[in-house]
């Protein structure tokens, strides 16, 4: 076997004899840390967040994809332990980036977090290992913008280090479909990287799917998000348009859904959260842009379901103004204010702008949520209410946003 960086971290790979760092310890990095972990890979999660490291080295769980219970096993076992710092990455031959990519304020990609964790890594790189990049992005950023980072202070691609993209698919609070049962797209600058990435997979998922390149792969997550989020943008709009014309669009979509083919069911709601779909489509759209291409299904569906919290308000105000109550002179309670039932996670949560929009027109609003005890978000300052019969009689009306 000849004596090349590909080979000799290859073989690493098959004896397992690697050591594996994951930068970044949220909703994507924590799971797949703890999973290398429970194989038996030495692995070093980093994260800048001190919260986050205490927590660990406690032995206490902030995420509800791992529990506290998994996370001590891991730590006890030797496997895991965690740093605020990026020192140790001279020890590591594989290196996962899952840290945020946010829009900005003019829902522009924000990836000043990837751009500042490749920095570190750069200066803190072992000869010859594998980065791998999860976290959600435009196309060519990783051929773009991460390998010239790399390749700035000297170093070579295939020689001194490999470089791949696979976008994290976990979807938080899903007990059916877990990390290692999702299949796992990767894409490499080369061939070599795309094979090194796909054999470290393979040892905690089920199903590996190699693609020709890193923009094949960077375009994989954005088209299934870009998917739900102009389907979810049809059925509110339909959904609106079936509300003026005194039809049941729930019964529509029951309905529908009886046909075997060609149709998947969609559901109104107050909006879409999460860290995904309200984001990675506007990454495509701004990309889409750079090339003189608009993506219009995106903006559109986009614009519909932002204006979708504002809706809800409306419905309410109608219902009130029929039992002759004005709006900012109700008592109003919004049940469930995560984006999705059973998780603690607030991003983008579609309630929380419906508090927001009502405290701002002068409503007397409360919430309730079993999980979340309560809310100090921007201009919202409140405790969750006891859930009763006693505490329901005291509202004009109930808004339940999260099931």
């Known amino acids: ?76 076992s030797g496997n895991f332990k965690a740093e605020g710092h990026f020192n140790s990455l001279k020890e590591m031959d594989v290196v996962l980036i899952c840290v945020p990519t946010p829009l900005k304020k003019n829902n522009h990609p924000n990836i000043s977090y990837i751009k500042g964790a490749v920095k570190s890594i750069s200066k803190n790189l072992k000869k010859g290992a594998l980065i791998i990049l999860e976290s959600t992005t435009y196309p060519g950023t990783t051929d773009e913008v ?32 877990t990390l290692n049962k999702i299949p796992k797209v990767i894409g490499g600058i080369n061939r070599e990287a795309t094979l090194l990435g796909a054999q470290v997979y393979g040892n905690i998922i089920n199903k590996v799917v190699p693609v020709s390149s890193s923009r ?83 903006k559109l569906a986009s614009d519909v379901i932002s204006y979708m919290p504002l809706y809800v308000i409306e419905r309410v105000k109608d219902v009130l103004k029929n039992r002759g109550i004005s709006l900012n002179k109700a008592k109003i309670l919004v049940v469930g204010v995560t ?40 201009s919202i300052n409140l405790k969750s209410v006891k859930f009763d019969k006693n505490t329901l009689t005291k509202f004009d009306c109930v808004i339940i946003a999260t099931d």
């Open 339 to 378: 984006y999705k039932k059973d998780i603690k996670d607030l991003r983008k949560s579609p309630p929380l702008d419906i508090i927001a929009a009502l405290q701002k027109q002068g409503v007397n609003v409360s919430f309730y949520d079993p999980i979340i005890p309560y809310l100090k978000i921007d």
């Open 1 to 76: 076997m000849p004596n090349t960086p590909f080979f000799s971290l290859k073989n690493k790979i098959k004896q397992k004899n690697i050591k594996i760092a994951v930068v970044g310890l949220g909703y994507v990095g924590l799971p797949l840390a703890i999973e290398f972990a429970k194989k038996g890979f030495s692995v070093l999660g980093v994260d800048l967040d001190k919260d986050r490291i205490e927590g660990i080295r406690r032995k206490e769980s902030y995420i509800t994809d791992i529990s506290t219970a998994q996370l001590r096993k891991a730590v006890l």
């Open 216 to 298: 094949v792969a960077e375009t994989v997550k954005l088209l299934e998000n870009t998917f739900r989020l102009i389907n979810i943008g049809m059925i509110d709009e339909m959904a609106m348009m079936a509300h003026k014309m005194g039809i049941d669009i729930w019964e529509v979509v029951e309905a529908a859904k009886t046909k075997p083919f060609g149709f998947m069911p969609f559901y109104p709601g107050p909006g879409v959260g999460g860290h995904c779909i309200p984001k990675d489509p506007l990454y495509l759209y701004w990309k889409a842009k750079k090339f003189g291409f608009n993506l219009r299904f995106v």
């Open 146 to 177: 991460i390998l010239p980072l790399l390749e700035k202070g000297g170093l070579k691609h295939g020689r001194d280090f490999f470089l791949c993209f696979s976008p994290e698919r976990i979807d938080p609070g899903n007990v059916k479909y």
